[in-house]
């Protein structure tokens, strides 16, 4: 997004010494399984969509097909590493000055980023879908939407709850745009 990660960082370092560095450990946590997963997926599914753009059924066949399979595995990938956050973050970063309480913050970010992870998975897809219909504007337009939703609920959320607001932003920014991504594809699809 092109604003989100400047208003990140800044509202960040609003939060106390350390957040930008505990966002950004999370964040890192978060996207390993959605490269490793949804980006090998969708990358596999582009092709077989390119072909089927002008085929409806085929197209939406295809599509589903990616969608179960990511779900299936990203679904208990998720599930895992909310209930494995600390100690996964305590192998990976405690040690040197990352301390306990580092360990413990930087779990609850994860374990709020995770919340996404599903969405994010799915919103791939959805994105590597309107690419194979040579269709680049409108997951862009979507992504700056995308973008001005994260930055209110982030604006909203931190003066109560702080740095996790930002990763509850975030989750709702790839709620809102996987809905608007999939109603926009379905309406694309139902005209040809």
Do not use: C, W
């Not at 608007?180 to 694309?188: F, G, M, P």
């Amino acid at each position: 997004m092109l604003f989100s990660r400047p208003l990140s960082y800044n509202l960040a370092s609003r939060t106390g010494e350390g957040s930008i560095s505990i966002m950004n450990y999370a964040l890192t946590l978060r996207q390993m399984p959605e490269g490793i997963i949804t980006l090998a997926i969708s990358l596999a599914v582009l092709p077989v969509l390119a072909k089927q753009r002008h085929e409806i059924a085929a197209f939406r066949e295809s599509l589903a097909a990616g969608l179960r399979l990511v779900m299936v595995i990203i679904v208990p990938v998720t599930i895992g590493l909310i209930v494995l956050a600390v100690p996964l973050v305590q192998i990976i970063y405690q040690h040197g000055s990352f301390t306990a309480a580092d360990t413990v913050i930087t779990a609850q970010a994860l374990q709020y980023y995770l919340l996404g992870l599903p969405f994010a998975g799915i919103d791939s897809l959805l994105v590597f879908a309107f690419y194979a219909r040579q269709n680049t504007v409108t997951p862009a337009l979507v992504g700056v939407g995308a973008a001005f939703v994260y930055a209110g609920v982030a604006v909203i959320l931190l003066p109560q709850i702080g740095l996790l607001s930002l990763m509850i932003a975030d989750s709702v920014k790839l709620i809102f745009h996987v809905v608007i991504s999939a109603a926009l594809l379905r309406r694309h699809s139902s005209r040809h």
